[in-house]
Every structure is written in structure tokens, then in C-alpha cells.
């Protein structure tokens, strides 16, 4: 009996060529196929093997009646219903490291290209014009280079850099310091990154944190004369204030790798300062190659039940530890939420405290599975997952602590802490209650209980009379209606915390004035409970 793998994109040849040369394996190569096609052929596949075209939506997946595993060419899984795909008990695996040295390739390139002025002379040339007066340019050496963001690509694009005699410093507050000076790059705060680059690149994943991160302010900081690269996601940098800071002559170059608005029709094509290439980092013949082997010998090595080495949606569990690992992954995943919110410096150590009950093989899991939640805003959503997590986290510099208490009023409760250097920076408390409820019991020094559902606020304020009137008024005039609400207080540091709940979304620009109110230290805004 074989497998049958369904590949309805293109693959690298020498890919296919593993699965048609294996007595074991029938491949189904269905290029340009229509939906309809698509759910016809995957009736009888074991395996679906996708790039980022291909919608593997709910009616597709039911369409695989005998589907195992799906398998994604790439890093991105925004194609792909992972959900569901988990509720069938489909595995869902990528290849999430076979492009980072080819987008830290594109990244030098492009700085090249700018500061010798490549595109200009390659275009003049084509049509015959040999003038050069205008085309000086700049030497890397002895330049400074800032990257903001410097996990796996950033690190790569610093070792290129380094070996053009570029000073590299960085800012990222999810990585250790001792790290990065090991290799050779120094790690400042956000704002003297901007003030002291003179080129800027950006190595970030996309989320709420990090949506237009650069705007206005960001390029008003910046020295006049910077060269700004954007090889990440594009909706990290707001366009109108990046064609402002064009106009106003504030940017020597710009290089993008990614833009909002992929058409003729884009404002930023008229900039002869300007280089936009159509999203290209990964898309090399050794990327394209060792992503399509990667993902197929992943996809066979499964099937023939080995443990995958990237899985996306669900790990592999012990018998004796399934029924737990549900409702714990789900407090896990929540306290990371509220807990990576609320931390917004450097760290070098996480300790996650468990109940003595939990079986022992569910420790490293549910550890990882904190640490998939927690460092995601750190590095794309779509390169961390349970397996790979722990090791990123050790890439960085964290130390992971898993600690074990046997104290009868523990029981399914769990604490982590977030510590620099010994001091504790953010912590937090929650249990799983009788009826199987997802608590939160304390933040920090605050105990404050309230369940994680709904849509959720965290406040801190100062504590003084008037300011819960002062919240609940602000709602109020925002025609948002107060579903719960809890109130702890410090009174040694004068400030409370609230947890208040809402019946509805909320949005960006109403959270943006509520954390403006006078006395108001902080505003965390939670809409995924909901």
C-alpha cells in the first residue's frame, strides 16, 4: 500500500523526484488546479503538500477523508486552517529556516545598491549614458548599521555587515545583551538606535505591537541622510509618513523588499531613491531547492511515523498526559498573552512553577508551549512553534527554568516569571478551577482573579478618588458597555490594577485616548479572549 501526496503547486524537481523514486509513495502533482479539482484528488491523499498559494480552508480539509499531515514549502501558515486542522487530528508541519541567509543576502544587497547607487548607473548604462559625476557614492566602512529586531535574520545580516567594516548596533528587548556582545554587536535602547544610525534595517515579526511602528515620529529621529531597509513585513511602516519623510529629504535611500500596495499605481515608485523589489527574500535556487526538500522529506519521514521536527499545530503526547495537556495549554497560552504584553525590557530568564499533579513529560511540552505564546511577538508567529521554541529561546540568550512545588494549595495552578539578571520583572498567576474555568489570580504584586474570556482590559492607575469614575465615564462616552470589572490595590506604591471587561470590540484609536487619561500609567488591551 502506498501514501499518496498531493502537491497542486510548484515544487522544486529534485523534491518530486524524492517522493516518484520511493516504492512507497504515489505523488499527485496538480499545478494550477481548480478548487473543485483539488477537493477531488485529495479524497484518497495521506499528504497535501502547499507553498502559499493554495487555501487549505475547512472544505478542503474535510475534502481529505484519509488526509494525515499537511505540509507548507515556506514559513507562513496563513494559508493553511491550523484550528482545524488540529480539531481532524491533522498535523500540520513548515520549513522555517531554509531562507534566512537568502533574505540576509537581499538585505545587504539592497543597501548596496543604495549607497553606491547601483539602480541608477545599471539604467543610465542600459540606454547608453556612460555619465558618472552624479553617481558618488558611499563606502560601507565605517558606517553604522542598526537593526531593529535581531533574532535569527537580524544576527545574519550583522555577520554580513561586520565583514564590510559596518559598526553594528541593535535593539531588540527580547534578547541578551551578553549575546549579542559575543558577537561582536551592541545592544542600545530604541530611540539612540534612531538617532545613531546611518543605516536602518528592520528584522521584525508583524503584530499588534508592531503594527506601523515606524511612522512619523520614528523618521523625525532619525539622522538626515539615513538609508532605511525594510526586508520584514511592510505594514510595519506606515507609507504616508515614509513618503513624507522622502519629501522632506530626511532619507538617503530607501530599500523594501515589501510595500502595503503592490500595483503600478504604488506613490513610492516615483522616488529615484526609491528600490522595491517584489518580495523576493526567500527566492533563491537554494532557498526554493532546501525548502522543497525539507517539507517533502519531512512529509515522508511522518508518514512513516517518525516524530516531525517542525510541527506547526499540535505536538506529540505521552497517553497519560492528553486529557491535561488541553486545559493547561490553554491557561499557558493565556498567561503568555497578558504576560508578554506587560513586559517591554530585556530579560534573560523565564521560571514557570508547576503543581507536583502534573505527569512529568507534560512539563517540557506545556514549557514550550508558554514559550511558542510568549516569544511570538518577538519573532515571526509564523517561524515559532512548540518544537522549536525552547532552542530559539536559548538562541537569545534565556535561560528556562522549570520548577515543581508540592504545596496542597497549588494544585493546578501555575506561576512564571519573567527576570533580568536576577531581578524579577513581571510575574503571573493562574489556575484551572473545579469547573474547568481559566483563571488569572495574581499579576505581579497585585492579587486580582478574574477569568480570561471576553474582551478584556488591564489598568493601572494611580489611586486616587475619582479615577474609576474617570475609566467608566470614558467608556461610557465611547458607547462601550461594562461587562465585569475588579479593582486590586498597592497601597505601598499607590497605584491599583483593574480588570474590566466589555461586551464588544474595541477600537485602536478609542484604546489609544483611554491610555492617554491623566493618571493612567498603562493600558493592555485583550480582544483574543473574547
Known amino acids: 500500500m502506498k501514501w499518496s501526496v498531493l502537491v497542486p503547486e510548484k515544487l522544486d524537481e529534485v523534491a518530486l523526484e524524492l517522493i516518484r523514486n520511493d516504492k512507497d509513495f504515489e505523488l499527485i502533482n496538480l499545478e494550477d488546479s481548480s478548487v473543485d479539482k483539488l477537493k477531488d484528488?485529495?479524497?484518497?491523499?495521506?499528504?497535501?503538500?502547499?507553498?502559499?498559494?493554495?487555501?487549505?480552508?475547512?472544505?478542503?480539509?474535510?475534502?481529505?477523508?484519509?488526509?494525515?499531515?499537511?505540509?507548507r514549502a515556506g514559513v507562513g501558515t496563513d494559508n493553511i486552517d491550523l484550528a482545524y486542522a488540529e480539531k481532524k487530528g491533522i498535523l500540520v508541519v513548515n520549513a522555517p529556516e531554509e531562507s534566512l541567509d537568502s533574505v540576509a543576502d537581499l538585505t545587504i544587497g539592497l543597501i548596496l545598491t543604495l549607497c553606491r547607487k547601483l539602480h541608477v548607473a545599471f539604467e543610465r548604462t542600459r540606454n547608453g549614458n556612460f555619465h558618472r559625476k552624479d553617481l558618488l557614492g558611499y563606502e560601507l566602512r565605517g558606517m553604522t548599521i542598526g537593526l531593529i529586531g535581531c533574532g535569527r535574520i537580524g544576527r545574519k545580516v550583522a555577520k554580513r555587515a561586520q565583514a564590510f567594516g559596518?559598526?553594528?548596533?541593535?535593539?531588540?528587548?527580547?534578547?541578551?545583551?551578553?549575546?549579542?556582545?559575543?558577537?561582536?554587536?551592541?545592544?542600545?535602547?530604541?530611540?539612540?538606535?534612531?538617532?545613531?544610525?546611518?543605516?536602518?534595517?528592520?528584522?521584525?515579526?508583524?503584530?499588534?505591537?508592531?503594527?506601523?511602528?515606524?511612522?512619523?515620529?520614528?523618521?523625525a529621529r532619525m539622522k538626515k541622510g539615513v538609508y532605511f531597509i525594510n526586508t520584514s513585513r511592510a505594514e510595519i511602516v506606515d507609507t504616508p509618513a515614509l513618503i513624507a519623510a522622502l519629501e522632506e529629504g530626511r532619507?538617503?535611500?530607501?530599500?523594501?523588499?515589501?510595500?502595503?500596495?503592490?500595483?503600478?499605481?504604488?506613490?513610492?515608485?516615483?522616488?529615484?531613491?526609491?528600490?522595491?523589489s517584489p518580495h523576493i527574500g526567500a527566492s533563491t535556487y537554494g532557498a526554493q531547492r532546501n525548502v522543497g526538500l525539507i517539507i517533502v522529506q519531512e512529509v515522508m519521514n511522518v508518514l512513516r511515523g517518525h516524530p516531525p521536527r517542525y510541527p506547526v499545530n499540535f505536538p506529540k503526547l505521552p497517553s497519560e498526559a492528553r486529557e491535561l495537556y488541553i486545559p493547561f495549554r490553554d491557561l499557558l497560552t493565556n498567561l503568555a498573552s497578558i504576560l508578554i504584553s506587560l513586559t517591554e525590557t530585556s530579560f534573560n530568564k523565564i521560571t514557570i512553577r508547576y503543581p507536583e499533579n502534573l505527569p512529568r513529560p507534560l512539563l517540557s511540552i506545556l514549557t514550550r508551549t508558554f514559550l511558542s505564546v510568549f516569544l511570538r511577538t518577538i519573532v515571526s508567529g509564523d517561524e515559532i512553534n512548540v518544537i522549536n521554541s525552547q532552542k530559539i529561546a536559548e538562541e537569545r540568550g534565556i535561560q528556562i527554568i522549570e520548577s515543581i512545588t508540592s504545596d496542597k494549595s497549588f494544585q493546578n495552578v501555575i506561576e512564571a516569571k519573567i527576570q533580568m539578571n536576577g531581578e524579577v520583572l513581571n510575574a503571573i498567576t493562574g489556575q484551572i478551577t473545579a469547573d474547568q474555568k481559566l483563571i488569572v489570580t495574581k499579576i505581579n504584586q497585585y492579587d486580582i482573579k478574574f477569568e480570561t474570556t471576553g474582551h478584556l482590559f488591564l489598568i493601572e492607575f494611580l489611586d486616587r478618588p475619582g479615577m474609576i469614575g474617570a475609566i467608566c465615564s470614558f467608556l461610557g462616552e465611547n458607547?462601550?458597555?461594562?461587562?465585569?470589572?475588579?479593582?486590586?490595590?498597592?497601597?505601598?506604591?499607590?497605584?491599583?490594577?483593574?480588570?474590566?471587561?466589555?461586551?464588544?470590540?474595541?477600537?485602536?484609536?478609542?484604546?489609544?485616548?483611554?491610555?492617554?487619561?491623566?493618571?493612567?500609567?498603562?493600558?493592555?488591551?485583550?480582544?483574543?479572549?473574547?
Open 41 to 71: 484528488a485529495i479524497t484518497n491523499c495521506d499528504a497535501l503538500i502547499v507553498r502559499s498559494k493554495t487555501q487549505v480552508n475547512k472544505e478542503l480539509i474535510d475534502a481529505g477523508k484519509k488526509l494525515q499531515i499537511i505540509g
Open 166 to 219: 559596518l559598526k553594528v548596533i541593535a535593539y531588540d528587548p527580547y534578547i541578551s545583551p551578553k549575546l549579542l556582545e559575543s558577537e561582536g554587536i551592541e545592544l542600545i535602547s530604541f530611540n539612540n538606535l534612531l538617532k545613531s544610525a546611518d543605516i536602518i534595517s528592520l528584522h521584525l515579526p508583524l503584530n499588534e505591537n508592531t503594527y506601523h511602528m515606524i511612522s512619523t515620529s520614528e523618521f
Open 251 to 276: 532619507l538617503a535611500g530607501v530599500g523594501l523588499d515589501v510595500v502595503e500596495e503592490e500595483s503600478k499605481e504604488n506613490p513610492l515608485l516615483k522616488y529615484s531613491n526609491v528600490v522595491i
Open 479 to 530: 458607547s462601550i458597555n461594562i461587562a465585569e470589572l475588579q479593582v486590586a490595590r498597592l497601597l505601598h506604591l499607590g497605584t491599583q490594577l483593574m480588570a474590566l471587561k466589555v461586551d464588544d470590540p474595541v477600537k485602536p484609536e478609542v484604546v489609544a485616548k483611554l491610555r492617554k487619561l491623566k493618571d493612567i500609567n498603562w493600558v493592555q488591551y485583550y480582544p483574543k479572549f473574547a
